[in-house]
């Protein structure tokens, strides 16, 4: 059985306008997308800003309704579960948002932050939760006595490791992790970034990871899907997107991903032209008549392309 299986996911917003705020339009921010989860991967979402990655996370784990299409979890649709049979879901499904700052509520403290999704799903005595709580906080790094602070006592790292223990305490199998150190210093997101991996073992967790970062990307995914105004253009391994792009637009997404080495500098220029004037002559190759990308195909086992 399958994980996690999207068929033919959309999810439009509607638009209202005039007196009435009647809907006239909608912004097709998921349009048609279909792909899986195997258990234990880190799959990836990437695109630029406004391609439907944060929709599409948000629609699986229910907070937002899919327009149409199939999100199956461990053989069950979850579009199709009453709000209560949702609820038993939500365990397994959590989610680690972008900005520590504003996700953790200023005015709790850590241990009735982290306590919370406990509070919700279980049962527990006074002294239970604070031991789950402490367990928690010690395997995010952080010290035991943190659960009687504040948040803006701690950094943003620090603070995103509290999002996380969070986010483990009722044992979930899939995390959705939005651009989960887009808000952090350089030199703090390798951190975090090396402690979702320790624990994606420990735990046995599978990650959804959205980024419209191409490095953090390659460094975090087993598979990534590469999204361009609601539609896929690309799936495949990591090593097979970087080493052997096939659509235009992957090609210019890694071309402007900055090569730190002054050596390959050239080299980039020089791709980075060859891309630019390969978009611009085979346009009509990449979009249909109505500038919209072709469906996938597949090009080998593990990689996909939307070309006609
Ligand atoms: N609540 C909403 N109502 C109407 N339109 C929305 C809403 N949320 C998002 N959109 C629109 O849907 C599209 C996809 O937005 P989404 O937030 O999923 O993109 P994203 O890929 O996560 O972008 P970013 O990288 O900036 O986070 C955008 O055009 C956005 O303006
Ligand atoms: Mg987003």
Known sequence: MTFLKINNLKVYYPIRGGFFRRVVDH?????????????????????????????????????????SGEIIFEGQDLTKLSRRAFHNHRQDIQMIFQD??????????????????LRNFEKLSAAEEKEKVEYYIEKVGLNPE???????????????????????????????????????DVSVQAQVLNFMQDI?????????FISHDLGIIQHMCDRIGIMYHGQFVEEG??????????????????SAIPDINPENREKQVELRRE???????????????????????????THSVALP
Do not use: M, W
């Not at 792909?35 to 937002?64: D, M």
């Not at 391994?237 to 890694?254: A, D, G, M, V």
């Open 27 to 67: 912004v097709k921010a998921v349009d048609d997308v279909s792909f899986e989860l195997k258990q234990g991967e880190t799959y990836g979402l990437v695109g630029e800003s406004g391609c439907g990655k944060t929709t599409t996370g948000r629609t699986i784990i229910g907070l937002n309704k899919a327009t």
């Open 100 to 117: 520590p700052y504003s996700s953790l509520n200023p005015r709790k403290r850590v241990l009735d932050i982290v306590a919370e999704p």
């Open 146 to 184: 943190s659960i009687y602070k504040y948040p803006h006592e701690f950094s943003g790292g620090q603070r995103q490791r509290i999002g996380i223990a969070r986010a483990l305490t009722l044992k979930p199998k899939l995390i959705i992790a939005d651009e989960p150190v887009s808000a952090l």
């Open 200 to 208: 994606q073992k420990e735990f046995n967790l599978t990650y959804l």
């Open 237 to 254: 391994t990591s090593e097979e997107i970087y080493s052997n792009p096939q659509h235009i637009y992957t090609k210019r997404l890694i």
């Open 275 to 301: 891309v630019n004037a390969e978009y611009k002559n085979s346009y009509d190759k990449y979009f249909n008549a109505e500038g919209k990308v072709h469906k996938l195909k597949a090009i080998s086992d």
